[in-house]
């Protein structure tokens, strides 16, 4: 028997895949909020738990955003150094390839099941995966956005020759677009978060430990709202105890298993 055939003969997986599919059935306005466990079978580490990013390397200092406010072309060339000595991370993003998982997502939005991705991972695998009703809440690892208008740019296309890069639009300086602890969430990103949080009558967690906010609040603001839960971890999480529909199995297995439901009339 397959891994995978072990996990949907998991009676307790089966009956949650199934009530999902019955609560996507229902649902015309589908959001999901998905963490790093979606991309964790990509190869990329989870950041908290055994093994995970934290575990091995330490948290981030929480002072990038003061640092770079304060000397963004010295922020730069720090930057710049760490990208070229290059780090476990990094190198497992720029590695990855999307996931059944990824390409499972892509199939509910394109099917008409899913109406927004909310992702708080920046390794850009949901695009590569097909999907685009998505807003990235940390940002994304290959884009610069200005910190006065906003635009944001593939980092390839930004000249790094003169520090800090600035907007060719506004002439605002140019950071990652990574969302670095202590900075602002765009605005751009949090409206469109909170404007689908609020038209969400179904709402589903995928790979995410729910610790980190803003984004942990929305599955907690859809549940309010009287929008059905449904979590799709292998571990329990602070919002298992309210989920409606807990399927405790690896994205990449429970969310083709999703879509395979749905595909029968
Ligand atoms: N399928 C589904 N979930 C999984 C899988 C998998 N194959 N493997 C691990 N998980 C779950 C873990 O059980 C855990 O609950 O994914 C979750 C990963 O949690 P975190 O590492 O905390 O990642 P995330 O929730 O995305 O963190 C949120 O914290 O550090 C910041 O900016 C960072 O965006 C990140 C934010």
Known sequence: MTQLQAWLDDPA????LRQAAALFRRSRHAVALVGA??????????????????????????????????????????AIAHEAAGSALSAAIDAAAPNPGHYAMADLEHMGRLAHTITQNIDNL???????????????????????????????TVRLDRLPPTCPSCGGIYKNDVVMFGEP?????????????????????VGTSAVVYPAADFPVLAKRRGAPLIEVNPE??????????????????????????????
Request: negative net charge; contains cysteine.
């Open 13 to 16: 997986v089966a009956a949650g």
């Open 37 to 78: 466990g979606l991309s964790a079978e990509s190869g990329i580490p989870t950041y908290r738990g055994a093994g995970g990013v934290y575990d091995r390397f330490g948290e981030p200092t929480i002072d990038g955003w003061e640092l770079f406010t304060q000397d963004p072309a010295a922020w730069w060339e720090a």
């Open 126 to 156: 949901h695009f590569v995966a097909g999907s685009r009703q998505v807003t990235e809440i940390h940002g994304n690892r290959y884009r610069v956005r200005c910190i006065e208008c906003g635009a944001r740019e593939r980092l390839e």
């Open 185 to 205: 969430i765009p605005r751009d990103a949090i409206e469109a978060c909170y404007r689908e949080t609020l038209a969400a009558d179904l709402f589903m967690t």
């Open 236 to 265: 329990e999480t602070p919002l298992s105890e309210i989920a409606d529909v807990v399927i405790r199995a690896p994205a990449g297995v429970a969310l083709p298993a999703l879509v395979d439901l749905l595909l029968v009339p």
